[in-house]
């Protein structure tokens, strides 16, 4: 009866869509159409308030225990685009801080060339200064006073400087001349008590011994006028 009442109602919907007058609709030859209409709308109403109450319907304990466990929280777009924004920070704050490391490390080695520079030069002095120190030390006194009259000499004219030479000399001479007629004359102190003979009596006149005198000629004012002037002759030609 299902199956002959489906096949009549699609022979009324097709004829209705088919657009023609009312006359033309299908009219179903089965006495009980009607009756199975009914039937069948009946029950289509009813299972869509069953369907809409079932939508409805407050879920039940058990089915709520389970939705609210696999309930899952969503973030809204404004909470799931802050993130972004400090990760960005994060990592703009990485790349600068391995910038400042970086610009660190050059600083560090552009501040470790002076330091270096200054220790060695720090090194180069003291090491000048101990050289220096060793040299002064071995310096006698005389090498001192030579550099110190060669200081002198350079400070004044060529002619006094010239006058002074002469003078530096003169005396210079005078002292070696004394110095060897003393040990020239000690010598031959010695050598003659040497040669004497026992048998010569005390009473007997000393032998006298030679000795050279300061007032040598070459010391006379002659003299050094000739050799000022000899000097002054040769510094000139030279």
Known sequence: MRTTYNQEALKVKKSKKSGGKPDDIYVPTVKWFRQMEEIMDSS?????????????APPSENEQGLLEEQVIEVPSPTLL???TRPSTSKTCSRVESTGKKGSRVEAGSKNKK????????????????????ITSQSISDNE????FIAASLDKLPPADSIMAQGALQRVIQKYRLNALNKSSSASEASALTAIQSPTLSWDSPPATTPAYSTDHPIMNEDTVANDDAAIADIISQA
């Not at 289509?44 to 409805?56: L, M």
């Not at 001192?144 to 550099?147: I, L, Q, T």
């Open 81 to 83: 685009q802050t993130p």
């Open 144 to 147: 001192a006073f030579g550099k």
């Open 114 to 133: 002076p330091r270096l520079q200054a220790l060695t030069e720090a090194v180069a002095e003291v090491r000048k200064a101990q050289e220096t120190l």
């Open 44 to 56: 289509t109403a009813e299972n869509e308030t069953e369907s809409i109450e079932t939508e409805i």
